[in-house]
């Protein structure tokens, strides 16, 4: 079964950086919009960056932008999320998610329009 495995959590204090990966099971992935997800306690999961199939598109949430930088390399069958200059409401638990479309659209920012999902790695920001 296609597995999506999420890594490179971990704590941090205020204005460091992380690189979380996620690694694809099947080379299926490399056609996919892969997207970062993130859910903080008692909170509902938001959209935070997407990626297209072959890279050429992203597309950020506000708060992300300019701080998250996402890409992929479809030889390793990996997604990445660098993210720098991190805050204390970056704390979440962040998910890696494929979408079976090939362009970055609307749909990108919807979770329950996905179709594998990781088991998540957990952030969090010191202050």
């Known amino acids: 079964q296609a597995q999506l495995v999420e890594s490179g959590g971990g704590l941090v204090q205020t204005g460091g950086s992380l690189r979380l990966s996620c690694a694809a099971s099947e080379r299926t992935f490399s056609s996919y919009v892969m997207t970062w997800f993130r859910q903080a306690p008692g909170k509902e999961r938001e959209f935070v960056a997407a990626?297209?199939?072959?890279?050429?598109?992203?597309a950020y949430a506000d708060s992300a932008k300019g701080r998250f930088t996402i890409s992929r390399d479809n030889a390793k069958n990996a997604v990445y999320l660098q993210m720098d200059t991190l805050k204390p409401e970056d704390t979440a638990v962040y998910y890696c998610?494929?979408?079976?479309?090939?362009?970055?659209?609307?749909?990108?920012?919807?979770?329950?329009?996905?179709?594998?999902w990781g088991q998540g790695t957990q952030v969090t920001v010191s202050s």
């Open positions: 990626i297209s199939w072959r890279g050429g598109s992203t």
């Open positions: 998610a494929a979408q079976a479309r090939r362009a970055v659209g609307i749909a990108a920012t919807n979770p329950t329009l996905y179709d594998y």
